[in-house]
């Protein structure tokens, strides 16, 4: 099981690091375009958080009924 946790994070990181490298380099080559992209994308996040938040699958959270 150690072995498998480590190349997980092994994966994560390179990913990490390779998502971040990339977003600069798009920012460097295009300032505006990238800017606008990666503000959509994070307007999108928050509204698909934010409704997925509300929803809460039905339940309060307390357990209790909320009718």
Not at 6 to 34: E, Y
Not at 36 to 41: A, D, K, V, Y
Request: charged share 20%.
């Amino acid at each position: 099981m150690a072995i498998k946790r480590k190349l997980a994070r092994k994966a994560v990181k390179t990913t990490a690091k390779h998502t971040a490298h990339g977003t600069a380099s798009k920012l460097k080559r295009d300032p505006a375009r990238a800017g606008t992209l990666l503000g959509i994308g994070a307007a999108a996040g928050l509204l698909v958080g934010w409704v997925v938040g509300r929803s809460n699958g039905g339940h309060s959270p307390l357990g209790a009924s909320a009718r």
